[in-house]
């Protein structure tokens, strides 16, 4: 029994220490964690044999009240996010902006100098909530940027679920005594980062980068998509955080009567055109080229992209795009995307649901109140301004801003998105038949399941065609009709991470794969180069050919994609008939 008793309370308090560290609590706690053990150890040790009843009471009850208790008097505190990590990092020598001077710091080989937290904006906070983004107020001291600012208001997990995803779904979760804190969040979030080759530089290409998060969630310090990768290999690259959710694209008839251009519903589209403005008034200064700037953006960042390809109050401010795994030129894009009517109709229905008679009523309620609101506000809106009229109808009469584009996506898109939406025989044809209505029987001729296996693989397809990779296709129909240069891949390459998942592809295309990484192998790090390469190239020249490189053929000459994988080859759009069923689709 005693054994039974010491193994039991083993497992308890390496349960305990788990919960420590997963949730990022304070070193502090460890402490704590360690004193109490002993207390209950000593305390064990005297009650004896005839103390079983109190030993049990003890780990039942009091140990674990105790350790609640440690739990949130050593909750992770608040803390802003390094621009780069290292002892003894170096700062960077001064650089003068439009708005005032600003310092960054080197990374840990010196080889890039980072400028973290510049704002670009006046913060959208009281009076400012859903206007238009504003120049931000001028300094005259140095600013050090050397912390990334707050990653734009939205919810929030607790950290130790955040834990448990990287563990469950990316496989990469490292123990560290360096991430006891939490990252901030706020409204006070328009700033951006520079990432530039270090010492003198001048005339280098530039690539901003627009996080994806399906317009709810996202920040710019996301390792996979650090511009660290892009200034080594001679590219200025630039990110920012925008507003989210019902901050970032709620609409309201208010707003527009409050608007100099009569806008509403595209705040967060707005804040990355006047990051973009910033970028051609300062990037001269960090050695780039604002006449050969590159969008880049993955699924809802790619969503933004499009619509900036487009928008009359773009042009002129990049020359090139990059969209990864998500587009809006289908004639009825699947998601992040509506027009005015509904935008305005779904704002109504939010001031009704916090019973507030105007949008002053709700330029009130706290950002933590209003955030919740995110999953009924996440969608880019026709709003006649910065947005005319649909993506589609504005390419199909000829409007476009970039002169030449990289897009394309990933084999199991789907991945994230059916993790508790799985199909099988039982309801296989039930799901096929609620979507495709009348075309349901043609799509089940095309993907005929007869086992769970192959209704859970099929579904797994179908919901990747239709919610990614065919507004993908109809953005390749149209850059043709519109003779833009296009490139168009498929990423199908496997790994111990994320695969060929929705944003699996960004760690390679942005050089980010860690050196000492297990979940990755030679092939991942030859594909890699390869693929930054191609982003690189298309950064500096507009065609991501360049000596070194398997030849990338455009989707004109071949009328193929180039599949990303362990090898390279050339295959047709894997959905082709289904695309045929969308296109019918679409047109009704």
Not at 320 to 340: C, D, G, M, N, T
Not at 353 to 379: I, N, P
Not at 537 to 559: H, Q, R, V, Y
Not at 561 to 572: A, H, S
């Amino acid at each position: 029994m005693k054994l039974i008793w010491w193994l039991f309370t083993a497992i308890v308090t390496g349960l305990f220490a788990a919960v420590l560290e997963l949730n990022h609590n304070t070193l502090f706690g460890w402490v704590l964690l360690i004193v109490l053990a002993g207390l209950f150890i000593v305390i064990s040790l005297r009650l004896g044999p005839q103390g079983s009843a109190w030993k049990k009471l003890l780990l039942w009850v009091g140990y674990p009240l105790c350790f609640v208790g440690i739990l949130f008097l050593t909750w992770p505190p608040v803390r802003a996010v390094p621009a780069t990590e290292g002892a003894n990092l170096k700062s960077t020598g001064t650089v003068t902006t439009t708005y005032g001077p600003v310092q960054g710091v080197y990374n840990s080989d010196q080889s890039v100098e980072v400028f973290a937290g510049i704002p670009y904006a006046k913060p959208p906070v009281g009076e400012l909530r859903w206007k238009e983004p504003q120049y931000p107020d001028p300094w005259d001291e140095v600013r050090v940027c050397d912390e990334f600012a707050p990653m734009s208001m939205q919810t929030r997990n607790l950290p130790i679920i955040d834990s448990l995803t990287r563990i469950v779904g990316y496989h990469d979760y490292k123990i560290s005594l360096n991430d006891n804190y939490r990252e901030p969040v706020s409204e006070d979030s328009l700033y951006l980062n520079v990432w530039k080759p270090a010492g003198d530089a001048d005339h280098f290409p530039v690539l901003v980068y627009i996080h994806g998060g399906s317009l709810q969630t996202g920040q710019p310090w996301y390792e996979d998509y650090s511009g660290e990768g892009f200034a080594k290999s001679g590219v200025v690259a630039v990110n920012m955080g925008y507003r989210l959710g019902v901050f970032g694209f709620y609409a309201d008839e208010e707003l527009m009567a409050e608007s100099e251009h009569h806008t509403t519903g595209n705040y967060g589209l707005l804040d990355q055109i006047k990051a973009l403005e910033w970028v051609q008034e300062n990037i001269a200064q960090f050695g780039g080229d604002p006449n050969n700037v590159t969008i880049v953006g993955e699924s809802a960042g790619a969503v933004c992209v499009d619509a900036l390809c487009v928008s009359p109050l773009a042009e002129g401010l990049f020359q090139k795009a990059i969209l990864e795994s998500s587009s809006l030129s289908a004639e009825q894009p699947p998601h992040s995307f509506r027009l005015l009517e509904e935008a305005l109709e779904s704002g109504n229905e939010l001031k009704q649901r916090y019973g507030a008679a105007s949008v002053d009523a709700l330029r009130q309620l706290s950002a933590e109140e209003l955030v919740q609101e995110a999953a009924t506000q996440h969608h880019v809106t026709v709003d006649g301004y910065a947005l005319p009229s649909t993506v589609y109808e504005l390419r199909t009469n000829g409007v476009h801003n970039e002169q030449a584009v990289i897009h394309g996506y990933n084999s199991e898109e789907s991945g994230p998105f059916i993790i508790f939406d799985h199909a099988s025989m039982k309801n296989y044809e039930q799901k096929i038949r609620a979507y495709f209505k009348e075309y349901a029987d043609e799509v089940l001729a095309i993907y005929p399941a007869s086992t769970d296996e192959e209704a859970d693989r099929y579904w797994a397809e179908i919901y990747g065609a239709v919610f990614f990779d065919y507004s993908h296709y109809c953005l390749s129909r149209l850059e043709q009709e519109n003779d833009v240069p296009s490139w168009e891949y498929h990423f199908a390459k496997q790994n111990g991470r994320l695969g060929s998942w929705h944003s699996g592809e960004l760690i390679y295309a942005f050089h980010q794969i860690p050196e000492d990484s297990r979940l990755f192998d030679e092939t991942d790090r030859t594909l890699s180069d390869t693929m930054h390469g191609y982003w690189v190239n298309f950064c500096k020249t507009g065609d991501p050919n360049g000596e070194g490189l398997p030849e990338f053929p455009s989707i004109a000459e071949s009328g193929q994609l180039l599949e990303l994988n362990t090898g390279l080859r050339e295959v047709d759009h894997p959905a082709l008939a289904l695309f045929d069923i969308l296109d019918r689709m679409n047109q009704n």
